[in-house]
């Protein structure tokens, strides 16, 4: 991986530079430019992911001190919980229009803990999206060419497929080079939740709960699962916080959509595992999408 990268850097196949781009304009997700091989990031997609980092941060904080002596964790009980909320609305506002940082907000870079601890995970987040681009630089050069210059023509099954594939290789690669860089424990914890957090911001970034991926992506929700599906680490509690993180982060969504999802009996309603948690979930997503396939059909 790294023999590759490297060879992709010293052939010009990749260009080192990165290109920021700060106009104030609503948010425009990362992408490889094919043409002049180097990765564009908006400001405003980076303010959106800090603090996308910094709310999921503060869920598993305040959850797990109210798990202290509290049976029942809610959000909203914390003193905390009005600035996360203010955060999150103005993280979901810049999809629509760009607003500058609000003052009464954290910012990147202070002391506070919650800063320190969301300034780590929000270079994670943003290494993983930086390599998934890179992945496709190095290997779908041709195709990302090929692609921009027929944004608008239809797209074969054919053509649908390879696409999907292209961004499963490059999600891949993204936890793989960072892995073969660190390989320790508490970095691979810190790696999968920088990216289990830049897909779940994907999540949050749509303005409707449709999590289709379109013609050229697979479904949102199924490369948070191939990401998950990576998760194994000697040290419980890592996995408990990954699973913690994925868990909130998709009844975030829901509730953000207003999605039903939870039994109507809860006092009684008692999950033996997260495995049966995500299937309770993933089976809300599959009936968003159906109905979505049913009036909005892809073909
Ligand atoms: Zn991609």
């Given at each position: 991986?790294?023999?590759?990268?490297?060879?992709a850097?010293?052939?010009g196949?990749?260009?080192p530079?990165?290109?920021?781009?700060?106009?104030s304009e609503?948010?425009?997700?990362p992408?490889?430019?094919p043409?002049t091989?180097?990765?564009?990031?908006?400001?405003?997609?980076?303010?959106?992911?800090?603090?996308?980092?910094y709310c999921?941060?503060?869920?598993n904080r305040?959850?797990?001190?109210?798990?202290?002596?509290?049976k029942?964790i809610?959000?909203?009980?914390s003193?905390?919980?009005?600035?996360?909320?203010?955060?999150?609305?103005?993280?979901?506002?810049?999809?629509?229009?760009?607003?500058n940082?609000?003052?009464?907000?954290?910012?990147?870079?202070g002391?506070?803990?919650?800063?320190?601890?969301t300034?780590s995970v929000?270079?994670f987040a943003v290494r993983?999206?930086?390599?998934?681009?890179?992945?496709?630089?190095?290997f779908?050069?041709?195709?990302?060419?090929?692609l921009?210059?027929?944004?608008?023509?239809?797209?074969?099954?054919?053509d649908?497929?390879?696409?999907?594939?292209?961004?499963?290789?490059?999600?891949d690669?993204?936890i793989?080079?960072?892995?073969?860089?660190?390989?320790?424990?508490?970095?691979r914890?810190?790696?999968?939740?920088?990216?289990?957090?830049?897909?779940?911001?994907?999540?949050?970034?749509?303005?409707?709960?449709?999590?289709r991926?379109g013609k050229?992506?697979?479904?949102?929700?199924?490369?948070?699962?191939?990401?998950?599906?990576r998760?194994?680490f000697?040290?419980?509690?890592?996995s408990?916080?990954?699973?913690?993180?994925?868990?909130?982060?998709?009844q975030?969504?829901?509730?953000?959509?207003q999605?039903?999802?939870?039994?109507?009996?809860?006092?009684s309603?008692q999950?033996?595992?997260?495995d049966k948690?995500?299937?309770?979930?993933?089976?809300?997503?599959?009936?968003?999408?159906?109905?979505?396939?049913?009036?909005?059909?892809?073909?």
């Amino acid at each position: 991986m790294l023999a590759k990268l490297q060879y992709a850097l010293n052939s010009g196949t990749l260009n080192p530079g990165i290109r920021i781009v700060t106009a104030s304009e609503k948010i425009r997700t990362p992408y490889a430019d094919p043409f002049t091989r180097e990765i564009v990031l908006q400001q405003n997609f980076l303010c959106y992911l800090w603090a996308i980092c910094y709310c999921m941060n503060a869920f598993n904080r305040m959850a797990f001190e109210q798990a202290l002596d509290h049976k029942l964790i809610s959000l909203n009980r914390s003193p905390e919980a009005p600035v996360i909320n203010r955060m999150f609305d103005w993280a979901i506002g810049l999809g629509t229009a760009h607003e500058n940082w609000p003052e009464e907000l954290p910012k990147p870079g202070g002391s506070a803990q919650w800063v320190k601890e969301t300034d780590s995970v929000f270079l994670f987040a943003v290494r993983y999206i930086m390599y998934h681009e890179v992945a496709h630089l190095i290997f779908h050069r041709g195709s990302l060419e090929l692609l921009s210059r027929h944004r608008s023509g239809q797209l074969s099954a054919e053509d649908r497929r390879r696409f999907v594939n292209m961004e499963n290789q490059a999600d891949d690669y993204a936890i793989d080079i960072t892995l073969e860089v660190f390989p320790d424990e508490q970095y691979r914890y810190m790696n999968m939740l920088g990216g289990i957090i830049a897909l779940l911001s994907m999540f949050f970034l749509r303005a409707d709960d449709d999590l289709r991926g379109g013609k050229k992506h697979p479904d949102t929700d199924e490369r948070l699962k191939r990401l998950l599906r990576r998760v194994k680490f000697d040290q419980p509690e890592h996995s408990l916080f990954i699973h913690y993180t994925v868990t909130t982060g998709l009844q975030v969504f829901f509730e953000r959509h207003q999605i039903p999802y939870l039994p109507e009996d809860q006092a009684s309603w008692q999950m033996e595992d997260f495995d049966k948690l995500y299937q309770l979930f993933y089976d809300k997503v599959n009936e968003r999408k159906a109905l979505y396939h049913q009036f909005y059909p892809l073909n």
